[in-house]
């Protein structure tokens, strides 16, 4: 199937990121200044109220860097909101796991993401080393799946990475690919 609503130069109509460290929020800032409204899910209602105040410090220090305009920290600020766990009753285009690098929490994190994945949507994890048929094989639409890992600092450095795993569908590859390429990093 192809990716739902998504022409081949569209970047996804929401995105969830999982994860408010250096990557989750360095990615959400991405898609948010290209104009996807994002939502940056934490565990903790602390971590949810500071961050506000760390986008708006990476906002300015990217556009002080040149990294994004004055436009793109604009759409980004008011496109991207924190929420303490995944919003009831929301779907997401994107839902893209930036955690802890441990095999048992992200294939937690990732199989109780799975039911808020639109139909045709991609459910997407940063890792860096973990094998990406060890995390789909918890999910009930593996195909749906696959690596999507920037290298650090993920908002300056246009680099990253696209993992299938054997299950991953081709449109899911090829979505990741256009995404990537969208970004404004």
């Known amino acids: ?3 739902l609503g998504m022409s081949a130069t569209e970047l996804p109509a929401s995105a969830a990121v999982l994860g408010a460290g250096t990557i989750g929020m360095a990615t ?3 898609l948010a200044a290209d104009g ?3 939502t940056i899910v934490t565990r903790r209602a602390g971590a949810a109220e500071q961050l506000p105040e760390a ?4 906002l300015a220090h990217l ?3 040149g990294a994004l305009s004055a436009a793109q920290v604009q759409r980004a600020g008011a496109g991207i909101h924190a929420s303490v766990g995944l ?3 929301e779907s997401f285009q994107l839902i893209y796991e930036a955690v802890a690098e441990d095999l048992d929490v992200k294939r937690s994190v990732l199989a109780a993401a799975e039911p808020s994945l639109a139909a045709g949507g991609v459910l997407a994890t940063g890792t860096s080393s973990l094998r990406v048929a060890e995390l789909a094989a918890v999910l009930t639409a593996p195909e749906r799946f696959a690596a999507w890992h920037w290298f650090h600092p993920a908002d300056l450095m246009a680099l990253v990475e696209i993992v299938p795993a054997d299950t991953t569908a081709d449109d899911v590859t090829e979505a990741l690919e256009r995404w990537s390429a969208a970004c404004p990093a």
Do not use: C, E, F, S
């Not at 986008?55 to 990476?58: M, P, W």
């Open 1 to 3: 199937p192809a990716v």
């Open 36 to 38: 996807v409204p994002v």
């Open 55 to 58: 986008i708006d410090r990476r």
């Open 28 to 30: 959400g800032l991405l």
């Open 63 to 65: 556009q002080g860097l």
């Open 87 to 89: 919003p009831d009753g």
